[in-house]
T-cell receptor, first 116, second 112 residues
Framework: AQKVTQAQTEISVVEKEDVTLDCVYETRDTTYYLFWYKQPPSGELVFLIRRNSFDEQNEISGRYSWNFQKSTSSFNFTITASQVVDSAVYFCALSDPSGSARQLTFGSGTQLTVLP | EADIYQTPRYLVIGTGKKITLECSQTMGHDKMYWYQQDPGMELHLIHYSYGVNSTEKGDLSSESTVSRIRTEHFPLTLESARPSHTSQYLC???????????FGNGTRLTVT
């Protein structure tokens, strides 16, 4: 069985602070896929990143960076110099080797509030 | 710019009413999904479709039904709404495997 844990239910930071959102996963598969999605107040989920289990390189995209640590089963997400527009709920998700959305398990999400 | 559309955005109805939540996508994606999301909770898959005339139930049991007569259209129907159906319903689509999901902006349903 797959499981995704986002222990931080809510985080509040002041604009320009850095913030890290934690994601810990459980799976028996040796091949799997990890995702992060952003859900702004408008409701839709926006895809941020997909990472397969064989690629442990950290990734940076602008102010966003992801730290994948297979040894600790974690896939943490850092926003540098946060902005008010970053306020949203962020979901971490795990897929089985098929990579199919049919087998996608979501965490319960972290509500990030960035205060001006 | 959204390529997957859900209507209505908000819906408040009384118990026992029949409702249909609409979902359409213009990307030609074969795979479409319905997720249910309670406030502050994770998403749960309730229905999915791998193509026209193909529908399956997801992990979370739901009294709703779906149909897929056209590639671009994947409506969800509740024959008799109950307060327990109050939730947000998110529609999504994807192309092949290993691809990310594209989500609509959801329908917030309240059954009184």
């Amino acid at each position: 069985a797959q499981k995704v844990t986002q222990a931080q239910t809510e985080i509040s930071v002041v604009e320009k602070e850095d913030v890290t959102l934690d994601c810990v996963y459980e799976t028996r598969d040796t091949t799997y896929y990890l995702f992060w999605y952003k859900q702004p107040p408008s409701g839709e989920l926006v895809f941020l990143i997909r990472r397969n289990s064989f690629d442990e390189q950290n990734e940076i995209s602008g102010r966003y960076s992801w730290n994948f640590q297979k040894s600790t089963s974690s896939f943490n997400f850092t926003i540098t110099a946060s902005q008010v527009v970053d306020s949203a709920v962020y979901f971490c998700a795990l897929s089985d080797p098929s990579g199919s959305a049919r087998q996608l398990t979501f965490g319960s999400g972290t509500q990030l509030t960035v205060l001006p | 710019e959204a390529d997957i559309y859900q209507t209505p955005r908000y819906l408040v109805i009384g118990t026992g009413k029949k409702i249909t939540l609409e979902c359409s996508q213009t990307m030609g994606h074969d795979k479409m999904y319905w997720y249910q999301q309670d406030p502050g909770m994770e998403l749960h898959l309730i229905h999915y479709s791998y193509g026209v005339n193909s529908t399956e139930k997801g992990d979370l049991s739901s009294e709703s039904t779906v149909s897929r007569i056209r590639t671009e259209h994947f409506p969800l129907t509740l024959e008799s709404a109950r307060p327990s159906h109050t939730s947000q319903y998110l529609c999504a689509s994807s192309t092949d495997l290993f691809k990310s999901l594209h989500f609509g902006n959801g329908t917030r349903l309240t059954v009184t």
